[in-house]
């Protein structure tokens, strides 16, 4: 079935170093991916997408990476600051408008 | 900026009681959906709407119905509430588009006792 998944499920990273969080996704058919902020108490914040006929797209201190070939998708972040701290979800769009997401990485920010 | 508003931040219901969760986006979007959300397993989708007094069924909907009467609100309804419902129920919308993102309230906890 379809499923989006995450390899690990917490990551610890030292404040000022680049964070690396990683997504596996199984439909590919999928032709739109979203990457999530959730603090505690919120809900998920939009921070960037890509669509499939893309392989990276950049933000402001974000970047994502899509891997068509092994289904991979990753969320860098440059200079991991304390407020980075959150659930990060990945999420894949299948059919129409209905979004498949993934469990979420826990990622601690350490001052 | 897009707000999408849940009536409530907190609820706690009786078994077999009948609840409305309530929410309102103000950016004219045409989609609107609703999710819950259990810890180690993600998002869940429930029920969403295209437009207007449109619905389809997301994932999960047994056990919940929704109303859509105007393009602002999206109610779900919890028919006769039980225990495995307790959960973090998240409304959201968005453009209807394709590859619009969805944009989320901040949640309504519902505990069924």
């Known amino acids: 079935g379809e499923s989006v998944g995450l390899h690990l499920p917490t990551l610890s990273v030292q404040e000022g170093d680049n964070s690396i969080i990683n997504c596996a996704y199984s439909n590919s058919a999928s032709d739109y991916f979203i990457w999530y902020k959730q603090e505690s108490g919120k809900g998920p914040q939009f921070i960037i997408d890509i669509r499939s006929n893309m392989d990276k797209r950049q933000g402001q201190r974000v970047t994502v990476l899509l891997n068509k070939t092994v289904k991979h998708l990753s969320l860098q972040i440059a200079a991991t600051q304390p407020g980075d701290s959150a659930v990060y979800f990945c999420a894949e769009r299948t059919d129409g408008n209905k979004l498949v997401f993934g469990a979420g990485t826990i990622l601690r920010v350490k001052s | 900026d897009v707000k999408v508003t849940q009536s409530s931040r907190y609820l706690v219901k009786r078994t077999g009681e009948k609840v409305f969760l309530e929410c309102v986006q103000d950016m004219d979007h045409e989609n609107m959906f609703w999710y819950r959300q259990d810890p180690g397993l993600g998002l869940r989708l429930i029920y969403f709407s295209y437009d207007v007094k449109m619905k389809e069924k997301g994932d999960i909907p047994e056990g919940y119905s929704v109303s859509r009467e105007k393009k602002e609100r999206f109610s779900l309804i919890l028919e006769s509430a039980s225990t495995n419902q307790t959960s973090m129920y998240l409304c959201?919308?968005?453009?209807?588009?394709?590859?619009?993102?969805?944009?989320f309230g901040n949640g309504t906890r519902l505990t069924v006792t």
């Open positions: 959201a919308s968005s453009l209807g588009q394709a590859n619009s993102p969805l944009h």
